[in-house]
């Protein structure tokens, strides 16, 4: 018996960044330029990890405020377009695959299952990044931060993903590196799992996740485990 059959599986959707892929270098190179470009020392690769996950919005917010610079919205938008624009003209440069990650989105295809990226990074460049590395095939749906009106933590655009793929919050699983994977999928009434790793600087255990598992090789036995536990609960 499959994973569908067991469990009424029938979508799967990745967050991006940290999840399917490595993307901390090229995002922190572009944050590096922004920074620069307003007279400001860089920061670490391991400082930017920790500021992604809730957009690019948020990311410049965090990386300003680093530098001592606490911006209201309206000085922030243009540093925002900025931003986009170093970040837009280098974004697969030095982004690598995740372990894992080609084979998950393989094996959901062949069980079945309708697979979607939900990322807070902004739908074009998410489909840039996904077909530079040819998973556009694999994974038809692509909801990123400015595809609908709020992004993660709202449960929105897992909602309109789950959506267009067929299923339901009880029968799609949200796959993620970071809290507001979590929360989206919490406020969505899906499950989750979060792979260890990831950026947020939040340790995986302590995101709340239904399952935490090392790399993307372990989620399809993680999935047998949360249908199992279900099973044992109905
Ligand atoms: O914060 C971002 O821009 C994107 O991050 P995500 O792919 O982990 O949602
Ligand atoms: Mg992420």
Not at 14 to 23: A, K, M, R
Not at 65 to 80: K, Y
């Amino acid at each position: 018996m499959g994973i569908q059959d067991a469990s009424g599986l029938k979508a799967l959707l990745f967050d991006l960044d940290g999840t399917l892929v490595d993307s901390v270098p090229d995002i922190a190179a572009a944050t590096n330029q922004l920074l620069d470009s307003e007279g400001h020392a860089p920061l670490e690769v391991d400082e930017v990890r920790r500021m992604i996950g809730h957009g690019i919005p948020k990311l410049v917010e965090r990386a300003l405020a680093a530098r001592g610079r606490v911006l209201d919205a309206e000085a922030l938008a243009p540093l925002v377009a900025r931003m986009n624009a170093f970040y837009g003209d280098n974004l697969t440069g030095r982004t690598t695959l995740l372990p894992g990650a080609v084979e998950a989105l393989e094996e959901g295809v062949r069980a079945g299952l309708g697979l979607a990226v939900v990322t807070n990074k902004p739908e074009g460049f998410s489909r840039t990044i996904v077909a530079h590395f040819g998973l556009e095939d694999l994974v038809p749906v692509v909801v990123g931060g400015d595809t609908c009106a709020t992004r993660k933590p709202a449960p929105e655009m897992l909602l309109h993903a789950a959506a267009k793929l067929g299923a339901t919050p009880a029968t799609a699983v949200m796959v993620g590196d970071s809290g507001a994977d979590v929360d989206s999928a919490r406020a969505a009434g899906m499950k989750v799992i979060v792979v260890r790793g990831g950026y947020g600087g939040v340790a995986a255990e302590d995101l709340g996740a239904d399952m935490v598992i090392d790399t993307l090789a372990d989620l399809f036995g993680a999935l047998e485990r949360l249908a199992q536990t279900a099973n044992a609960r109905a």
